[in-house]
């Protein structure tokens, strides 16, 4: 008999499994679940409210939020007057990581010699380019996916044999 030790959330968990052959062939797979979800815990979420306050620092013309999926990320969408995009002061307090990240600057006849810019401040879960804090907080979340993984193909296999 083969044994298997899990530890999960800090928590041992003992699970014995005997084995008299090889493993069973996984069973069709049901319906698609749903994704993991990524609590963000360091410094909130980004919300419309975070926008509005983005407007004033860095004196956009306007700030709309976006958010790709639910635990995926989301951010900021800013457009400004003139051809660069400033970085947000307190950036990791309102809750964005890295840098801002800036479109062409469009220049059009009809604005004259004005230019235009559009400047996305995001929060990206899982930048492979963090530092700090924030690195350290999304390598914990990482090892405890993984742990989350192993543990649930571990169940799924033991109830299948």
Known sequence: AAGASLQLRGEASSVTAARAGPAP????????????????????????????????????IHCELYTWEDGLGSGCACYLEGSHCPEAPGAEAMGFTGGVVATRPLSLPELGTTSRISCFYRRWVQDPDLSGPLHDQQLAESKQRILQYISTAFENARAKS
């Open 25 to 60: 062939a996984p069973a069709p797979a049901a319906a698609a679940a749903a994704g993991p979800t990524v609590a963000v815990t360091s410094s909130g979420e980004i919300s419309s409210s975070t926008c509005e306050t983005l407007v004033g620092e860095i004196s956009a």
